[in-house]
């Protein structure tokens, strides 16, 4: 008895990918979140340290060594929150 | 622009080239992007908020800064005055106060002096903005503007020590010295060296030559 050429077994198929459960995605995208909020906050942040150096007048130094400051603070949290994120995705 | 400023700029364009960089083109966080990300992140901004404070601290003594707010700029109009014979001015064309003449006059030189000094002027900043100087001309706003405390003789000491002998000789300066030493009597008053802003003071500064005449 002849097999089918065009037909291949079980053991010839590239196994599937393995899929990833819920949670480990869902990590997986908050990482992807964390760098990019944290790059926008970042990006303002910086924005207004710039504003600051190249207009120096009373509001814009005041905003820019306080907000411009805990801004990006919060940016480096941001990116240091995803950074943990990901590598505790990775050990699950 | 100085070097101080220039370096916060250029640490600021290496982090944002970074942010960019990842927002842009968005490529996948594995070690190498980390490594670069830590640096858009951490190092970078941090460089730059660094050299960017050195700066605007720098900034914040210039007499063109204390100008912006505009109920000030009679006071600054004056001790840019070549022809002005004001204490304030005097000292201002003194190359070691130049164009920073109203902090070196006006900082405190306590031993947390420079924090002092940046607290009262941010206290000067809400007032400003809160306490209705917007709505008045320099004119009108120049009778409301007082120090917080009396000024302080140590100021004027930083550089007029008192120890030596021609200070001494003068028999106004040996025989107030107690009181000089107490901040009781001002070096800048009417009678001594004048105020430093006279135009800020008319009615006290008439009261006190005729007083001392």
Same mark, same amino acid.
């Given at each position: 008895?002849?097999?089918?050429?065009?037909?291949?077994?079980?053991?010839?198929?590239?196994?599937?990918?393995?899929?990833?459960?819920?949670?480990?995605?869902?990590?997986?995208?908050?990482?992807?979140?964390?760098?990019?909020g944290?790059?926008?906050?970042?990006l303002?942040?910086?924005?207004?340290?710039?504003? *600051?150096?190249?207009?120096?007048?009373?509001?814009?130094?005041?905003?820019?060594?306080?907000?411009?400051h805990?801004? *990006?603070?919060? $940016? *480096?949290?941001?990116?240091? $929150?995803?950074?943990?994120?990901?590598?505790? $995705?990775?050990k699950? | 622009?100085?070097?101080?400023?220039?370096?916060?700029?250029?640490?600021?364009?290496?982090?944002?080239?970074?942010?960019?960089?990842?927002?842009?083109r =968005?490529?996948?966080?594995?070690?190498?992007?980390?490594?670069?990300?830590?640096?858009?992140?951490?190092?970078?901004?941090?460089?730059?908020?660094?050299?960017?404070?050195?700066?605007?601290?720098?900034?914040?003594?210039?007499?063109?800064?204390?100008?912006?707010?505009?109920?000030?700029?009679?006071?600054?109009?004056?001790?840019? /005055?070549? =022809?002005?014979?004001?204490l304030?001015?005097?000292?201002?064309?003194?190359?070691?106060?130049?164009?920073?003449?109203?902090?070196?006059?006006?900082?405190?030189?306590?031993?947390?002096?420079?924090?002092?000094?940046?607290?009262?002027?941010?206290?000067?900043?809400?007032?400003?903005?809160?306490?209705?100087?917007?709505? =008045?001309?320099?004119?009108?706003?120049?009778?409301?503007?007082?120090?917080?405390?009396?000024? /302080?003789?140590?100021?004027?000491?930083?550089?007029?020590?008192?120890?030596?002998? /021609?200070?001494?000789?003068?028999?106004?300066?040996?025989?107030?010295?107690? =009181?000089?030493?107490?901040? /009781?009597?001002?070096?800048?008053?009417?009678?001594?060296?004048?105020?430093?802003?006279?135009?800020?003071?008319?009615?006290?500064?008439m009261?006190?030559?005729?007083?001392?005449?």
């Amino acid at each position: 008895m002849s097999t089918d050429p065009t037909q291949s077994s079980e053991s010839d198929r590239p196994p599937a990918p393995k899929r990833q459960s819920v949670p480990v995605r869902l990590r997986r995208r908050l990482t992807s979140w964390g760098v990019h909020g944290g790059a926008i906050i970042g990006l303002v942040a910086l924005a207004i340290m710039v504003l *600051g150096t190249l207009y120096p007048k009373p509001l814009l130094v005041i905003a820019s060594m306080s907000l411009g400051h805990a801004l *990006g603070i919060l $940016a *480096g949290l941001c990116y240091l $929150a995803a950074i943990l994120n990901d590598i505790g $995705a990775k050990k699950n | 622009m100085s070097l101080v400023g220039a370096s916060g700029l250029l640490f600021a364009a290496l982090a944002a080239l970074v942010l960019l960089r990842q927002l842009i083109r =968005q490529p996948p966080i594995d070690y190498r992007n980390k490594l670069i990300l830590a640096l858009g992140f951490g190092l970078f901004p941090l460089l730059a908020a660094v050299f960017s404070t050195a700066h605007g601290l720098k900034t914040t003594t210039k007499r063109s800064f204390c100008g912006d707010c505009h109920v000030m700029s009679i006071h600054v109009a004056d001790a840019s /005055d070549p =022809q002005s014979n004001s204490l304030a001015a005097r000292h201002a064309r003194n190359p070691f106060f130049g164009d920073r003449n109203c902090y070196v006059c006006h900082a405190d030189y306590g031993m947390l002096g420079y924090s002092v000094t940046k607290l009262n002027g941010m206290k000067h900043v809400l007032h400003y903005y809160t306490g209705g100087y917007l709505e =008045q001309t320099p004119e009108q706003a120049l009778s409301r503007l007082k120090l917080y405390k009396p000024y /302080d003789n140590t100021n004027c000491r930083q550089c007029h020590s008192g120890l030596l002998a /021609d200070w001494q000789k003068v028999p106004e300066h040996r025989s107030l010295k107690t =009181q000089l030493d107490n901040n /009781d009597v001002s070096c800048a008053s009417g009678g001594c060296h004048g105020f430093a802003h006279p135009f800020s003071k008319p009615s006290q500064a008439m009261d006190e030559v005729s007083h001392v005449h």
